[in-house]
């Protein structure tokens, strides 16, 4: 709990201020888009932000990140026949967007695999 009346977090919510970084879906006058991948539902921004870390290898930096998870957003959402643009908001006088994505640096680059076989179980 933040311990705020609630007058006081509505006016903290619209100074729009984190005290941190917020990763946000959509503009404030903007739905969130869900969509069909393959045989399942999801958020477009959510599949989107995690296919993008599980694939990320390098060093890039959260600013440099957002950027490409919201490129990929947008043509999404345009395929889907809606347009849906994520926002990054960051800690003001702060580095944040100059840190790497997870605050911390990568030391083992990430790998991919494809099951080309399963025998018995």
């Known amino acids: 709990m933040l311990g705020l009346s609630t007058e006081e977090f509505k006016k903290q919510r619209r100074i729009g201020i984190p005290k941190g970084v917020v990763l946000a879906s959509a503009r404030r006058d903007q739905f969130a888009i869900d969509a069909s991948f393959n045989d399942f539902y999801a958020g477009l921004f ?41 926002v990054l908001f960051v800690k003001p006088n702060s580095d944040y967007q100059q840190r790497p994505m997870y605050f911390i640096g990568v030391k083992t680059p990430r790998a991919e695999a494809v099951i080309t076989q399963v025998k018995e179980n």
């Open 46 to 86: 959510t599949y989107t932000l995690t296919q993008y870390l599980w694939q990320q290898s390098g060093n890039l930096t959260l600013g440099e990140s957002f950027v490409n998870i919201a490129r990929n957003v947008n043509a999404l959402s345009f395929e889907q026949g809606n347009f849906q643009e994520p």
